[in-house]
């Protein structure tokens, strides 16, 4: 990336003056796979901060099949899909072939017959039926429109197979021009709607989450309620507590019609699933206690989980559960908080103790999750991020 880098900036300065690239606003887009882990993702966009591609530029990491189908909508306008309306989006890359004087390859090329073609892409075009068909019965609700991007998307055959395999359900089937190129291009177009409006003429108003996102929360332990739960005696409180998680995004089952828009309070568990934005950040409140003896907080980590839910069985109730996994360590820096700031307390077992309640503010975008320190109504910055 750094090499890149460089490349770049230095093909700019043999056809741009200094004095007026200087004064031209730079972005980078990185756009990676969407099966990608939060962990990859994270990882890329550190490696790009590393090689300096953030260094006075904007940096934006954001999924692939997100660019492809927002630049096919726009190259498709007019197309007949709403608001609201269910699309899936089909994205698939077959590699280049390699030289073989044997197999008589040569420059990528290769004459084959059309038996054998029909050989080679009929397996790839049933997995990618079952695929689609399946993925339509999930939905559990209308799917309007299948639009094909990529480079094998611009395929008649594959269309045509789609066609007839979806002849009876109603369903449009749209091909993006330019499949090939469909991902730079929306990138590109995305990094201009930040300096011109109006370039955006589709934007995302939300992603469906995955999976369920949440932390394990301690809550007052009641014999009634958690039995034989395990429990910590809390000096301060003056009573037991016990852990549960608390879930701040859920997923939205395959088949749920009724996708709550907004987000959920921490201590909401009732809704069946969120939808993502950007635009609206997730806020995870903590409260904190710690002797006044011992000195001022410090640093102070917590895990956040996902679960699959595979099964879409709900949400599990403790981090003991087999579709619970560790996603990532938050650790924030407590000590920038002014002692002066922080209130004192009189415990249940007659100590001081500091006293605090702060937030860790979640962002999540396209391909990438910030996590910012809030304490009193003021942004700290930036915290630790470790995907485990």
């Known amino acids: 990336m750094t090499a890149l880098r460089e490349h770049f900036e230095k093909s700019l300065r043999h056809k741009i003056p200094e004095s007026a690239l200087r004064a031209i606003p730079i972005e980078y887009i990185i756009t990676v796979p969407a099966v990608w882990s939060d962990m990859a993702q994270a990882k890329t966009r550190l490696c790009a901060e590393q090689a300096g591609i953030s260094a006075g530029a904007a940096l934006h990491v954001i999924s692939e099949p997100e660019t492809a189908a927002l630049y096919a909508l726009n190259a498709l ?26 197999l008589q390859i040569r420059k990528n090329r290769i004459t084959l017959s059309e ?20 993925q339509i019965k999930a939905a559990k609700r ?42 730079v291009l929306d990138a590109l177009m995305k990094g201009l709607a930040s300096t011109s409006p109006g370039f955006a003429t589709i934007e995302i108003s939300g992603r469906s989450a995955r999976k369920h996102y949440g932390i ?5 332990y009641l014999e009634s309620a958690h039995g034989d739960a395990r429990k910590i005696y809390d000096a301060c409180a003056g009573y037991y507590r016990t852990y549960e998680m ?54 102070f980590s917590t895990i956040i989980y996902c679960s699959s839910d595979p099964q879409n069985t709900g949400a599990p109730k403790y981090v003991e559960d087999e579709t619970v996994t560790q996603l990532v360590k938050v650790e ?3 000590s920038r908080i002014p002692v002066s700031k922080i209130p004192k307390t009189k415990g249940a077992d007659s100590k001081m103790y500091y006293q605090i309640d702060y937030e860790i503010q979640v962002i999540y975008m396209s391909a990438y999750t910030s996590y910012e320190l809030i304490y009193g109504g003021q942004n700290y910055g930036q915290i630790t991020s470790e995907y485990v």
Do not use: C
Request: charged residues 25%; aromatic residues 8%.
């Open 332 to 334: 924030a820096d407590l």
């Open 216 to 220: 394990n929360t301690g809550i007052q």
């Open 142 to 183: 209308h799917v309007k429109t299948v639009i094909l991007v990529g480079g094998f998307g611009q395929s008649a055959y594959l269309r045509d197979a789609i066609r007839e395999e979806l002849k009876s359900s109603n369903v449009e089937i749209l091909q993006s021009p330019n499949g090939w190129s469909a991902i």
């Open 115 to 134: 038996t054998e073609v029909k050989a080679i892409f009929e397996p790839v075009v049933k997995e990618m039926l079952k695929l689609m068909t399946d």
């Open 246 to 299: 608390g879930w701040f995004i859920k997923k939205v089952p395959f088949g749920n019609s009724d996708i709550n828009l907004d987000y959920l309070d921490q201590a909401d568990t009732e809704q069946k699933g969120d939808l993502v934005k950007e635009n609206k950040p997730v806020r995870l409140t903590y409260h904190q206690t710690r002797l006044v003896s011992r000195g001022h907080f410090k640093k």
């Open 77 to 102: 306008d007019p197309h007949g899909l709403k608001i609201e309306d269910t699309f899936i989006n089909t994205y698939s890359r077959i590699p280049g072939l390699q030289d073989n004087t044997e």
